[in-house]
Every structure is written in structure tokens, then in C-alpha cells.
């Protein structure tokens, strides 16, 4: 691990803020009960971190009630909640091709073994959905609307305020994916006109792996699609209906949670936009750097107005594995290769015919020695594959 460059700051962040792991062994050491379930006082104080927690982030997303923040495993398990508990037989979706296969394929399996329709937006050449292809769609039975709000490949930004826009003139229910961009770009739920909101905590929010969450807007109802203990009112026979408690089924990540707490204070301190300024600095001198190399294919980075710090790239006639690869072998430098879970943005680049792309992503802990050093050898990389072909 020694001198390891990370770049894979889209699968997770690496490593976490030192706050995060210490105040994670601690917690673990001094609370490391089952809140909610008893009333004694460290189960109490354990429960108080858990509720502490929920209003830190009820206020990050400018929700208005608390108990509407449910702690769930991460976005993929928030997205299977909403997704299958808003969507019933004879209904209809709209999504984008820029998604996730967290969002993809529970929509894939409605369609498939419950009859739900489901149309997807393409993105355009610079990677952006158009908001105006949205009520083109609209049906009489289209009960949700999901998107992406930053991609996971190419790093665009979506204009959900305008998609929300149409959906609330229409009353139909909308959803953002936010595993990319919480904790890097301000979400405001009411200003985008978002109802529901999916995150991840051990990406941008620098938790840990094992916790994220969904936050509901009043009004609007999603159906309980799992049951099981809850700690309170343990004579009734379902699950029960209020929040959170609707969307929290047995004993919660609180190690999760204490580490998402510290995660999202450390950003608080630092300054949230500070982040993201000296994130998308380094994403634009890694973008100028890798632009003009001969043999070196940019996708989507043109602009980086609306981007967050992800970068995506080929070396012509190298697949991308095997840079990836050369990159980790020979320069200690960590990326994603392949169809990063969205074959569907490779799809429309064309990626999947040559098993897809290299992925740089930046976090707060990269440095611009980081991606001179990343620069340099892709640089190297790409001079040697057209030495080895005879290319001049
Ligand atoms: C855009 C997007 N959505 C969903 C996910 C799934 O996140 P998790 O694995 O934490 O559930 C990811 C993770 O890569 C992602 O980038």
C-alpha cells in the first residue's frame, strides 16, 4: 500500500479522514449496543448518536423531518426499496441510460417478471440527459421517475432540477441516485424538486462500507416491501408503517452510522464546495494532461462545467484491463476498469465493444503529484503500446 496513488475514489473513498477511523473504534468500544431495543442508558446514548445522525443528514438534503432519513445498507438497497415499493404490475418508469445497475436491474427484473414498462432517456454527446425528453414519456401510469444526478463513468452532472420540475407539474413521483454525488455537490431536495434521494455512505460521504440511506419527502408514500423487527411495539403482527421504521428491518449498522457521522462532520469542517473546488482543479490538470497524447481517447470531459472529479479514457487498441494493469504494476496506480456497472453509458460510447474504459476518479486526499505521476503514465503507456504496434 506503500505510496499507492487511489484513484478508484468512485468505488469508494480511500483512504477515509483519520477522524472516521478513530471515532469508529470508539464508538465500537464505548456503544457498541443494540439501540432502540432497551432502556438502558448506554442503549440510549447509542441510540442518540443513530438519531443525531439521521438530522445531520436530514439537513445535508434540506429534508424537513428526521424520521423520513431511513438508514438502509447502501444506494443499491435504498434504490431496491423505493424502486419496488413504488412500482406495481401495469406500471410505468422512466430512467436514463447514463444509470447504474443498482437502478437498471431492479427496474430489469420489474420488467421482466412483473409486466412494468420502462423507458430510458439517452444522453447526449457530452453526456448530459435533456429534461425536455421527460414529459414526452409521461403516461398516465408512470408512477416514478429515476436518474442518476452524477454518473459513476463519465462524471456528468444532470439537470434533475428541471426533470423535477416536470414531474411535480405532473404529481409523479421522482427519485435521484445520489451514490456519486453526495458529499461532493450540495443536494437541496426542495431547490431540485427531488422527493426521494438514495445514497451510499462509503463513497463521497467517506463512511464506511455498509451504510447509506433514502430520505422520503412528506407526501409522498412508498410500499413496504420487506418486514421484521424493529425494537418498538413488538405485539404488532406487520411491519410497522411510520418512519423510519417502514424502511429499517432489524439490528442497524450503528458502526456504520458513528462512521457516516464522522464522515459527514469532517466535510462539514473542511467545507463541502472547498472539496469539490480543489477536487475539480485537479480533475481539469489531469483533463489538460491527458487531452492531446497521441493515442489517447477522452470521453465526455470536454467541458467539466458540471462534472465531478471522473475521468474517463482509452489508449487506442489497448484494452483497457491491461491498462489498468500496466497502471497498478508498474506505477502503483489504482483505477476502474472496465463497464463500471452502467453497460448502458458504454453502450451509447461505444466502450462495450472493447470490454469498455479506463475510470480515474479523484477524492479529497489525491494531490497534484498524484496526477502528474497518472499523467505521466498513461503518457508512457500509450508511447509504448504504439512503439510495440509500429505506430508513428
Ligand atoms: C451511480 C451509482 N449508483 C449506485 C451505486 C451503488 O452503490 P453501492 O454499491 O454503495 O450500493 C454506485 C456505486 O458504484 C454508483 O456509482
Not at 439537513?59 to 424502486?83: H, Q
Not at 497521441?294 to 470521453?299: A, C, K, P, Q, R
Request: net charge neutral.
Amino acid at each position: 500500500m506503500d505510496n499507492l496513488i487511489f484513484l478508484d475514489n468512485g468505488a469508494t473513498s480511500f483512504p477515509k479522514p483519520e477522524e472516521v477511523y478513530k471515532f469508529m473504534d470508539s464508538f465500537y468500544r464505548n456503544f457498541g449496543v443494540n439501540p432502540g431495543r432497551s432502556g438502558y442508558d448506554l442503549c440510549m446514548e447509542t441510540g442518540e448518536l443513530v438519531e443525531i445522525t439521521r438530522k445531520l443528514l436530514t439537513k445535508i438534503f434540506n429534508g424537513k423531518d428526521p424520521n423520513r432519513l431511513c438508514f438502509s445498507y447502501n444506494s443499491t438497497d435504498a434504490l431496491n426499496l423505493i424502486i419496488n415499493g413504488l412500482l406495481k404490475e401495469g406500471d410505468h418508469a422512466i430512467t436514463t441510460t447514463i444509470e447504474h445497475n443498482s437502478v437498471l436491474r431492479p427496474l430489469y427484473h420489474l420488467y421482466k417478471y412483473n409486466g412494468v414498462e420502462v423507458d430510458y432517456i439517452p444522453f447526449d454527446e457530452k453526456g448530459f440527459i435533456d429534461p425536455d425528453e421527460f414529459p414526452k414519456k409521461f403516461k398516465k401510469n408512470t408512477s416514478l421517475v429515476i436518474v442518476n444526478h452524477a454518473s459513476n463513468v463519465i462524471g456528468t452532472i444532470q439537470p434533475v432540477k428541471e426533470i423535477g420540475k416536470y414531474c411535480r407539474k405532473r404529481g409523479i413521483p421522482f427519485a435521484i441516485d445520489s451514490s456519486q454525488s453526495a458529499g461532493k455537490i450540495p443536494i437541496d431536495i426542495e431547490d431540485l424538486n427531488v422527493d426521494i434521494v438514495a445514497f451510499t455512505g462509503h463513497k463521497s460521504l467517506l463512511g464506511p462500507t455498509g451504510i447509506g440511506g433514502l430520505y422520503v419527502r412528506e407526501g409522498i408514500e412508498i410500499r413496504q416491501t420487506r418486514a421484521g423487527g424493529t425494537g418498538v411495539r413488538s405485539a404488532v403482527r406487520t411491519h410497522l408503517f411510520e418512519y423510519p421504521y417502514r424502511f429499517e428491518y432489524g439490528t442497524l449498522n450503528t458502526l456504520g452510522v458513528a462512521g457516516l457521522h464522522a464522515g459527514v462532520k469532517w466535510i462539514e469542517e473542511k467545507g463541502l464546495n472547498n472539496i469539490h473546488e480543489k477536487e475539480m482543479k485537479l480533475a481539469a490538470m489531469l483533463r489538460d494532461g491527458l487531452k492531446d497524447l497521441e493515442g489517447v481517447i477522452l470521453y465526455c470531459q470536454d467541458d467539466l462545467k458540471d462534472h465531478i472529479g471522473i475521468l474517463l479514457f482509452n489508449i487506442d487498441g489497448l484494452e483497457a484491463l491491461n491498462t489498468g494493469t500496466i497502471l497498478d504494476v508498474d506505477y502503483n496506480i489504482a483505477c476502474r476498469t472496465g463497464l463500471h456497472c452502467a453497460p448502458l453509458v458504454h453502450e451509447q460510447l461505444g466502450t462495450d465493444k472493447i470490454h469498455g474504459a479506463v475510470r480515474f476518479g479523484i477524492g479529497p486526499f489525491n494531490t497534484e503529484e498524484h496526477i502528474k505521476t497518472a499523467i505521466r503514465a498513461v503518457k508512457e503507456i500509450a508511447e509504448s503500446h504504439r512503439k510495440r504496434k509500429g505506430i508513428r
